[in-house]
């Protein structure tokens, strides 16, 4: 591919452009020291923090995340986890956006359930209502279902982040026709989020057109997460290129690939 | 009066601004936000809010997760 294609192929969320299609998660680190090797091994230019009490001098000297990953250099998408109805997720959103200065971009989840950390649908909808009310660009974590996708978008979610399998379950993408669908209806950004476990599930969905993947565990819980984060960069780029390039038909018997004619036998 | 900072109890000069208290404790430099009784308070009002007693403070940053 020539590097003039490349450059055309970027990925856009909430208007800036993007080079790489791989969002990660700075979660389950050993330290920040292998959280910082393992982001740029990967080469994300987004990366999900969460938004929790401060240190106030329990552990003296501790570095902060944004210390190892400043907000010049990478675009920070605070996230929501750990919140399981609307209105908390809002005012973690608020906080977020006053502890990076007004920044507008955030990950919405709330979730339904500790054992499946599935999304609540109808607490994620209505959360989404308000937060693209008070301006702030939404990316939202959904079920990998259609229609609620459909109605994130239309409520103004700038991207659809339907989850693959449970979050850090590292399952690979349970239902590959739903996400499919999922990509075939939108206009914004469609990211698998959650559930990835390896590099193939990451290229199977970039094969099925999603615009990125989002990913933490997979990388995190490696034996090796810089290798592992490094493979993860390169799954994600086959299988932009793969999408891009169409796949061949898939048949059931075989067709010869050297010719037949001039055998000499 | 009696606070409460972060869940935790904490014992403060009556009528302290949030300023003073980021002080006190030594914030200045890091990222950090502030809520007040689970209002978001503005950094630029931190010098004109008067705490109350019995004011839940919340403190908080970004830290690692996916």
Redesign the interface.
């Known amino acids: 591919m020539s590097t003039d294609t490349q450059n055309s192929d970027r990925l856009i969320i909430a208007g800036k452009e993007y080079g790489s299609r791989l969002l990660?998660?700075?979660?389950?680190?050993k330290d920040m020291d292998e959280?910082a090797s393992a982001i740029a091994a990967s080469g994300a230019e987004i990366v999900?923090?969460?938004?929790?009490?401060?240190?106030?001098?329990q552990n003296p000297g501790e570095p902060?995340?944004?210390d190892v990953l400043p907000p010049d250099r990478y675009t920070?998408l605070?996230?929501t986890?750990g919140c399981y109805d609307a209105e908390t997720a809002v005012?973690t959103c608020?906080?977020?956006r006053?502890?990076?200065d007004g920044h507008k971009l955030v990950k919405l989840e709330v979730l339904g359930d500790e054992k499946t950390l599935f999304p609540d649908v109808i607490a994620t909808l209505k959360a989404a209502e308000i937060l693209v009310k008070d301006g702030f660009d939404v990316m939202v974590y959904t079920n990998d279902d259609p229609i609620v996708a459909r109605e994130l978008e239309a409520i103004g979610c700038i991207a659809v982040m339907p989850l693959a399998a449970p979050?850090?379950s590292g399952l690979g993408i349970r239902n590959p026709l739903n996400i499919l669908t999922i990509v075939e209806n939108a206009k914004v950004p469609v990211l698998v989020d959650a559930g990835v476990g390896t590099a193939s599930d990451a290229a199977e969905a970039m094969e099925l057109g999603c615009d990125g993947v989002?990913?933490?565990?997979a990388i995190?819980a490696a034996r090796d997460p810089v290798l592992m984060a490094s493979a993860m960069r390169k799954a994600i780029e086959a299988g932009r290129e793969a999408f891009r390039a169409g796949r061949m038909p898939a048949k059931r018997f075989a067709s010869a690939s050297s010719p037949i004619e001039g055998l000499f036998f | 009066m009696n606070i409460t900072l972060n869940g935790e109890p904490k014992e403060i000069a009556e009528s302290t601004r949030l300023s003073d208290l980021v002080e006190t404790l030594a914030l200045a430099g890091q990222r950090f936000a502030i809520e007040v009784n689970a209002e978001l308070v503005p950094r630029s009002r931190f010098a004109e809010h008067r705490l109350a007693p019995n004011d839940r403070i919340e403190i908080i940053q970004a830290v690692g997760g996916g």
């Open positions: 990660v998660g700075t979660g389950k680190y959280t999900t923090v969460a938004v929790r009490r401060t240190n106030l001098g902060n995340i944004l920070i605070p996230n986890a005012r608020r906080l977020a006053e502890l990076l979050i850090g989002l990913m933490n565990t995190a």
